[in-house]
């Protein structure tokens, strides 16, 4: 399974990356957002993934195997972690693009998306750099990740859930002025 979608994440992927270079309708940050999701997604299919299968493949090699499987830990823990917290961090650029209206352009920045998008990598590179030099266990470092994944998750339902609602709502008040402006009509013949 790890070998076509190595192929997929790669090749699907850069097809956004060329996509995202030709669209001029998106606003710079959350292209970047897009981006950064983009070319983690692709790293998993490059680095991520082709060692889980010489991992299963060097199983019969314990000290080269050790040393794969602890690359791997490393590669799926950091560019998988980036790649949910950027998707989180686009549902919420979305919701903030709803809520702010005309000044959402004024309030996120390429400037702030970068520094978001810094802080994903920062923490799990912090995360990875307590387990190997500060000696922090394996199951803690996977409970910590599980955490951030889980919150992440969670705000991502509420981002999304938020924005269905609103547009609910408006498309509540567009068929309700709809109404009004048929009934006025009838009105005037």
Not at 18 to 39: D, E, G, W
Not at 138 to 146: R, V
């Given at each position: 399974m790890n070998i076509p979608l190595s192929i997929?994440?790669?090749?699907g992927n850069a097809l956004i990356?060329?996509?995202?270079?030709k669209v001029t309708s998106v606003h710079p940050p959350t292209k970047l957002l897009f981006r950064c999701l983009a070319v983690t997604d692709i790293c998993v299919g490059?680095?991520?993934?082709?060692?889980?299968v010489i991992s299963f493949l060097n199983a019969t090699l314990p000290k080269a195997s050790w040393y794969v499987s602890n690359a791997r830990t490393v590669t799926s823990l950091i560019l998988c972690g980036?790649?949910?917290?950027?998707?989180?961090?686009?549902?919420?650029?979305r919701l903030l693009a709803l809520l702010l209206g005309q000044?959402?352009?004024?309030?996120?920045t390429l400037k702030l998306v970068r520094?978001?998008?810094?802080?994903?990598?920062?923490?799990?590179?912090?995360?990875?750099?307590a387990h190997f030099v500060l000696g922090l266990r394996y199951h803690i470092m996977l409970t910590i990740a599980l955490v951030i994944v889980f919150l992440s998750m969670i705000v991502s339902i509420f981002s999304y859930t938020k924005i269905f609602l609103k547009l609910l709502h408006h498309q509540g008040q567009v068929l309700s002025h709809s109404h009004q402006g048929n009934r006025m009509e009838e009105g005037l013949h």
């Amino acid at each position: 399974m790890n070998i076509p979608l190595s192929i997929t994440a790669c090749l699907g992927n850069a097809l956004i990356l060329i996509a995202l270079r030709k669209v001029t309708s998106v606003h710079p940050p959350t292209k970047l957002l897009f981006r950064c999701l983009a070319v983690t997604d692709i790293c998993v299919g490059l680095i991520t993934q082709p060692r889980a299968v010489i991992s299963f493949l060097n199983a019969t090699l314990p000290k080269a195997s050790w040393y794969v499987s602890n690359a791997r830990t490393v590669t799926s823990l950091i560019l998988c972690g980036v790649s949910i917290l950027t998707s989180t961090a686009i549902s919420a650029d979305r919701l903030l693009a709803l809520l702010l209206g005309q000044t959402y352009r004024h309030v996120v920045t390429l400037k702030l998306v970068r520094a978001v998008i810094f802080c994903c990598w920062i923490i799990f590179v912090c995360i990875i750099l307590a387990h190997f030099v500060l000696g922090l266990r394996y199951h803690i470092m996977l409970t910590i990740a599980l955490v951030i994944v889980f919150l992440s998750m969670i705000v991502s339902i509420f981002s999304y859930t938020k924005i269905f609602l609103k547009l609910l709502h408006h498309q509540g008040q567009v068929l309700s002025h709809s109404h009004q402006g048929n009934r006025m009509e009838e009105g005037l013949h």
